[in-house]
């Protein structure tokens, strides 16, 4: 830790803000003794869960944090997102997220990583070959729920794992609640049943049985409009259920989010001066304190 904190501080000897903000993620990094895994789960579509993976792992890269992105969709849209959809759609079995939950891996075997054109991010793509192994029931597959589990764990020289799940509770969202630390629940303002978040709570708590470690880091609200009363409403619902389980940061529908995703590059990379990027910055900061503050917590429990 303090080799790569001296690093930090050498690069940055000319712009003392950065050299703040880079001594902050120094102080994040030594709170954390191992990677800290986040999926993002929800069994809706449309709610900006890939969207808000993309985004942070630019941000988080954009920290000196080495990011590894699973995606565990079989829609393949966060991969598609870094490289694009033809080349995704090529990809064979072992160069995909599919080789693990086919379990045709062998420790060692880096194939399936694919680096990005972006300093430290790597990815892990999907294609709709995974969707074979996405499953309902997963709960009765035996030790292969712990697949995903012991491939993210055999990998190393990562900070932060991100793992972008499909819209849906099944083998694929159950193994990455399996293998992560937090799970991030991302809502939009406009869904008024309950019924669908119960059941992320229910496959949460479900999940702990198996890996006791799994906490909630909070539901975030995407997509929201602050002029719309009725986003704001649900809001303040959301707030007077979930209290503290919801993230102060917003993330508001804007276009310089799809522009950036339409360029193939995180939008802190893309665009430094653009509110899309202060606000995935604030997420990125707001989900590392919550991390750090809640394993400090766990720890003196
Ligand atoms: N905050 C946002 N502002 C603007 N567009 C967004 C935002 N979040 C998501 N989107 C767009 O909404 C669509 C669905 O988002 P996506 O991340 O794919 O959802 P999910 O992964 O939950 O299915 C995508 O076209 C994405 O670019
Ligand atoms: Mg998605």
Redesign the pocket.
């Known amino acids: 830790m303090e080799k790569k904190a001296a690093t930090y501080f050498s690069e940055t000897t000319l712009d003392p803000q950065r050299s703040r903000e880079l001594t902050d993620n120094c102080h994040w990094q030594s709170c954390f003794s191992r990677p800290q895994t986040f999926c993002f789960i ?1 069994q ?9 993976c993309f985004h942070l792992a630019g941000a988080f890269a954009d920290m000196r944090f080495r990011v590894l992105v699973m995606d565990v969709d079989p829609q393949g ?1 966060i991969s598609q997102g870094f490289f694009g959809s033809a080349t995704v759609e090529e990809l064979a079995a072992s160069e995909t997220v599919t080789s693990v939950f086919a379990d045709t891996w062998t420790t060692g075997d880096a194939a399936q990583l694919r680096p990005t054109r972006f300093e430290r991010i790597d990815v892990c793509p999907a294609n709709l070959e995974l969707a074979d192994y996405n499953t309902p029931r997963p709960e009765t597959l035996g030790l292969d729920q712990f697949a995903l589990r012991e491939f993210i764990d055999s990998q190393t020289g990562y900070d932060i794992v991100l793992i ?1 799940c499909p ?1 849906n509770l099944y083998r694929c969202s159950w193994s990455a609640m399996i293998a992560a630390d937090w799970v991030v629940i ?1 809502v939009t303002p406009e869904d008024f049943g309950t019924q669908g978040l119960r059941a992320v709570h229910q496959a949460i708590e479900n999940a702990r049985a198996l890996n006791p470690n799994l906490r909630r880091l909070g539901h975030l609200v ?2 929201s409009d602050g002029r719309m009363l009725v986003h704001k409403a649900y809001e303040r619902r959301l707030r007077t259920k979930y209290g503290n389980l919801v993230l102060d940061t917003l ?5 310089a ?2 522009l950036a ?1 339409a360029a193939r590059t995180p939008v802190v990379l893309h665009d430094q001066r653009c509110r899309a990027t202060d606000l995935t910055q604030e997420l990125a900061r707001e989900i590392l304190e919550r991390a750090t503050v809640r394993q400090a917590r766990r720890q003196v429990a």
């Open positions: 929800n809706k579509g449309g709610v900006g869960k890939s969207s808000t849209s972008d819209p991302p995407t997509r993330m508001p529908e804007l276009s989010f799809k995703l």
